[in-house]
Each structure stands twice: as C-alpha cells, then as structure tokens.
C-alpha cells in the first residue's frame, strides 16, 4: 500500500491527542487496512476485510475503543474507480 501521512497533532482541551492514520486500499471483493501510528512510527496492525462498508466502521470503532477518547483516526483510500464507490457508500 502506497499512502501518503499527514504528519498532524490535534490539542483538545489543553493536552495532546494521537492520531492514528487508516489506509485502505480497495479491491473489488476485499478492502486492506493499515493502520499507522504516528506516535510510534510504526503499523500498528494489518487486516484485510471482505468490500464492505460497514466492517470499516467497524475496525474504526474497535480502534476508538482501545484508546478512549485519546484518539483521533483519520482514513484515506485508493481513489481508483473502486475507490470512488467506497466513498459514495460511506454513509
């Protein structure tokens, strides 16, 4: 996966809040995501998923889980023709 990182710190509330960045690279029967963290410098983890929608929500969610509210994620996709029917089923 070739993904371009932002390299960005959110202040809320008077301290520092992590970012983790979410490629994912789009396939037609499967979506592969990487997850960055920039705080460490490295993947923090790696899983491909069947191409749907709501399994990102999903990850995103588990993600935000962990962290509590000390975590901001941000997600970046291909935007080839698959990609563009990711961002239109989003919602």
């Known amino acids: 996966m070739k993904a371009q990182l932002v390299d960005a ?3 809320i509330e008077g301290h520092m809040k992590s970012i983790l960045f979410v ?6 029967n499967s979506y592969s995501l990487c997850t ?3 705080e460490s410098g490295e993947i923090s983890r790696e899983v491909k998923i069947t191409s749907d929608a709501k399994l990102i929500k999903k990850y995103v969610n588990k993600i935000k ?3 509590k509210d000390d975590i901001t994620v941000k ?4 935007a080839g023709c ?5 961002k239109s089923s989003r919602n």
């Open 9 to 11: 710190i959110t202040t």
């Open 23 to 28: 490629g994912i690279d789009v396939h037609k």
């Open 36 to 38: 960055y963290d920039k």
């Open 65 to 67: 889980e962990e962290y």
């Open 75 to 78: 997600c970046g996709y291909e």
């Open 82 to 86: 698959l990609g563009f029917f990711f």
